[in-house]
């Protein structure tokens, strides 16, 4: 899809705006976005990412195949060492197998993040901002309680009253 603005690039910002039950959708490239105002953080792909962490082979003082990269997922077959050169995971049984492994990659990703949250516009009302903040606390709130950690619950519910 090219740039709705400069009408050359490719438009990699897509932008959907409700306004009076209107939808509106604008297409941007990086460039032209940044000119319109719109904050974009450029992020690196995951799988590149992944790739490129994963390659980076043993540690020093490893041998060169690890037990953990031989572990295969019992479902599909899928190993470490085969993800480090695919990219890709088999099934969705390999993230309970190699959750271990995984989920520093995905934080690291993620910016510290293992939940799918989206993207937020940057010039977001400011009800929306709290709207989400508050569930996120809620969240947290949850977990806390689950966890048996009562002086954090007690935190965050008290952060919670403030917000209503």
Do not use: W
Request: hydrophobic residues 25%; proline residues 4%.
């Amino acid at each position: 899809m090219i740039c709705q603005s400069c009408k050359e690039k490719t438009a990699t910002v897509h932008l959907t705006e409700i306004t009076n039950g209107q939808r509106s959708e604008r297409h941007l490239c990086q460039e032209c976005a940044q000119q319109h105002g719109l904050a974009v953080k450029t992020q690196i792909p995951l799988n590149e990412l992944l790739s490129t962490l994963l390659s980076a082979g043993p540690q020093a003082g490893e041998g060169s195949s690890s037990p953990a990269s031989d572990r295969a997922c019992p479902v599909c077959g899928m190993t470490l060492k085969r993800f480090s050169k695919e990219t890709l995971l088999g099934c969705s049984h390999d993230y309970e197998e190699f959750g271990q492994e995984l989920m520093p990659l995905i934080e690291q990703t993620q910016n510290g993040k293992h939940q799918h949250c989206g993207k937020v516009p940057s010039r977001r009302p400011q009800e929306d901002q709290k709207n989400v903040a508050l569930n996120n606390l809620h969240h947290q709130l949850e977990a806390a309680v689950k966890n048996e950690d009562y002086e954090t619950a007690a935190r965050l519910r008290d952060q919670i009253k403030s917000y209503e």
